[in-house]
């Protein structure tokens, strides 16, 4: 068996199981303690799975701590996300843009970009692209005023979006998983990139490289609804086949 197909096979056994050891996969592949090392290391490397002593289990799902924190976690990573985004993005295009660490952080480079029309529920953002010097005409979505992630959300924001038609919805992540798409930490947050991914004609995702290969509670789409998937550095070969697979264009 290649070792490709056996660390399918072993995913496969952690995701039924919930957790494995290194002898005892050895010993049901007629393999050495050693090979299903090397085969585990490729695993939690490509974040399908979460190493423990003397084996492994399925990795839990990702939660996230408050803005502030996540605004000190990966802050280069997501500053070269932002130029990545900035890259995309034509003079003129309307956006939609939510809330997250990872979208406050592109807005310097985005405001580099004459003639856009922003249509944002974060109002850390809008401010953020004003005081950037951008041009941009900027639509802040009302709806219930969340104070830590300062943004809006709800059944008002929700209802607001569905004003807009954009070119392009701009979201940030918790996890991505190729079986699985893009979700979110946040139910009230996945239903607004929901809305607004419903309004746009197309999607680009931003996720650093902490949040590839994980999970989380809410699912925002299929990855077969993401046009791009912006990240700070190339991702694990198989998770780039799988996506690239499924007609996601990866900007790493």
């Known amino acids: 068996m290649k070792p490709h197909e056996r660390q399918l096979k072993i995913a496969e056994l952690i995701r039924q199981e919930g957790e494995v050891s290194v ?6 592949f007629d393999v050495s ?4 090392r090397r085969d585990l290391a490729q695993l939690v490397e490509s974040g399908r799975v979460q190493k423990v002593h003397g084996g492994a289990r399925r990795p839990r799902l990702m939660v996230e701590g408050s803005f502030t924190e996540r605004l000190g976690s990966e802050a280069t990573a997501k500053a070269r996300i932002g130029r990545r985004l900035a890259d995309l993005i034509e003079p003129g295009e309307t956006l939609f843009v ?6 406050l952080a592109a807005a310097d480079h985005l405001a580099a970009i004459p003639n856009l029309t ?4 974060s109002c850390r953002f809008a401010d953020r692209l004003t005081q950037a010097g951008s041009d941009a005409a900027i639509y802040l979505l009302g ?7 300062a943004e809006t959300t709800g059944p008002m924001t929700i209802g607001q979006i569905g004003a807009f038609q954009a ?3 701009v979201i940030t992540v918790a996890a991505v998983l190729p079986e699985i798409g893009a979700m979110d930490a ?3 947050e996945a239903q607004v990139a929901r809305a607004m991914i419903a309004n746009a004609r197309s999607l680009t995702v931003l996720a650093d490289h902490t949040k590839i290969g994980r999970r989380a509670a809410f699912s925002v789409c299929a990855s077969g609804e993401i ?8 991702l694990h070969k198989e998770t780039r086949e799988a996506l690239v697979d499924l007609g996601v264009d990866v900007c790493c």
């Open 23 to 28: 002898e005892g996969l050895a010993l049901r």
């Open 33 to 36: 303690a050693e090979t299903i």
């Open 98 to 103: 939510d809330t997250g660490s990872t979208t």
């Open 118 to 121: 922003v249509i944002t529920n």
């Open 143 to 149: 709806g219930r005023y969340q104070g830590d992630n």
């Open 167 to 169: 070119d392009r919805a």
């Open 186 to 188: 946040s139910f009230e």
């Open 227 to 234: 046009d791009q998937l912006v990240s700070d550095q190339t």
